[in-house]
C-alpha cells in the first residue's frame, strides 16, 4: 500500500520536463493521474508511455473556460480530485528594457494566472471531499530575485503569495496549498534562452557551482519534493515553500573562504 493508492490527481505542463516525471512518479505509487499540456503529441506520448493510470488532456492554463472543462471531465471519469500540481511554466529572460508589455503580461497570464484559475477550478470537489493538496512548483526565482529576470520572478515571487493566501483561505476545509522552489528543471525550458547567455558562460556556471551542494539539481529531486507536499507525510504543512536549490537560497557561498 502506498499512500498515493486510489488517489486522483491533476498535473499541468506534464508532456514533458518536471511535469511529466511528477505524472510518471504518482502513477507509479498507485494514483491516477490527467496530464495537462499545451503540447498536444508529446503530452499523448509521455501519458501512453506511462501506462493506463495515466490519461492526457490538451489545456491552455490560463483559460478559465478550459480549467472547467478539464475538472468536469476528471470528475466525471475519477470521481474525485485529491491533488492538484500547477506545474507550467513559461521563462523569459531580459531586462526590463527588453521585456514588451505582452512578454510581461504572458508569464503572469502562465506562471501565476494559470495556477490561481486552477486552484479555483478544483476548490468545490476538494472542499466537498474534505480533503485536497495543492502543489505549485515555483522556482529559486520566487525566493530570491536576479537582474534580468523581471517578468519571470515576478510572475513566480507572485504564485508563492497566491499559494500562501490561498493556504489560510482553504486551510479549514481540509485543502493543503504549498510551493516547491527549484533551482533547475527541464533543460528544455532554458534551452532557447542560451544564445543570449553566450558571452556569460563563467558567470553561468558560477551561479551553479557557488552553493552548498554545487551543481545542477537533478529533476528526480524536485519529484521528491512535490510527493511530499502532495501526500499525507505533509499533513501540516500548508503555505509553506519547500527550496530544492543545493542550498542556492540559504544565502551565498564564497569559493577560497572554507579555507580562511
Ligand atoms: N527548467 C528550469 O530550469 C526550471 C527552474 C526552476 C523552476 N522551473 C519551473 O518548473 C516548472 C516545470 O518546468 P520544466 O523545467 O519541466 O520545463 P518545461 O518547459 O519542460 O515544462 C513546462 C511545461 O509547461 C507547458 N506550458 C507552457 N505554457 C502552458 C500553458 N499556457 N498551458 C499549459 N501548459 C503550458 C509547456 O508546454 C511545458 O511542457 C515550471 O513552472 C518552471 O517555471 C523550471
Not at 531586462?95 to 486552484?119: C, H, M, Q, W, Y
Request: proline residues 3%; negative net charge; aromatic residues 6%.
Amino acid at each position: 500500500m502506498s499512500g498515493f493508492d486510489n488517489k486522483v490527481a491533476i498535473v499541468t505542463g506534464a508532456a514533458r520536463g518536471t511535469g511529466a516525471a511528477v505524472a510518471a512518479r504518482l502513477c507509479q505509487e498507485g494514483a491516477r493521474v490527467v496530464l495537462s499540456d499545451l503540447l498536444d503529441e508529446a503530452g499523448q506520448e509521455t501519458a501512453n508511455r506511462i501506462g493506463e493510470s495515466a490519461s492526457f488532456v490538451q489545456h491552455d492554463v490560463t483559460d478559465g473556460a478550459q480549467w472547467s472543462a478539464l475538472v468536469e471531465r476528471t470528475l466525471d471519469t475519477h470521481g474525485r480530485i485529491d491533488i492538484l500540481v500547477n506545474n507550467a511554466g513559461v521563462l523569459h529572460q531580459g531586462p526590463i528594457e527588453n521585456t514588451s508589455e505582452a512578454d510581461f503580461r504572458k508569464l503572469l497570464e502562465v506562471n501565476t494566472l494559470g495556477p490561481f484559475l486552477g486552484i479555483r477550478a478544483v476548490l468545490a470537489a476538494m472542499r466537498k471531499q474534505g480533503v485536497g493538496s495543492i502543489v505549485n512548483v515555483g522556482s529559486l526565482d520566487s525566493l530570491a530575485a536576479m537582474n534580468g529576470l523581471t517578468a519571470y520572478c515576478a510572475s513566480k515571487f507572485g504564485l508563492r503569495g497566491l499559494a500562501k493566501a490561498a493556504a489560510l483561505e482553504v486551510g479549514r476545509d481540509g485543502i493543503r496549498v504549498n510551493t516547491v522552489c527549484p533551482a533547475g528543471g527541464n533543460p528544455e525550458m532554458y534551452g532557447p534562452w542560451m544564445d543570449k547567455l553566450k558571452g556569460f558562460m563563467e558567470e553561468t556556471i558560477a551561479y551553479g557551482e557557488n552553493r552548498g551542494i554545487p551543481g545542477s539539481v537533478p529533476v528526480e529531486s524536485i519529484v521528491d519534493a512535490v510527493m511530499f507536499l502532495a501526500g499525507d507525510a505533509s499533513s501540516h504543512c500548508t503555505g509553506i515553500d519547500l527550496p530544492v536549490d543545493g542550498g542556492a537560497s540559504a544565502g551565498c557561498f564564497i569559493p577560497g573562504f572554507n579555507t580562511l
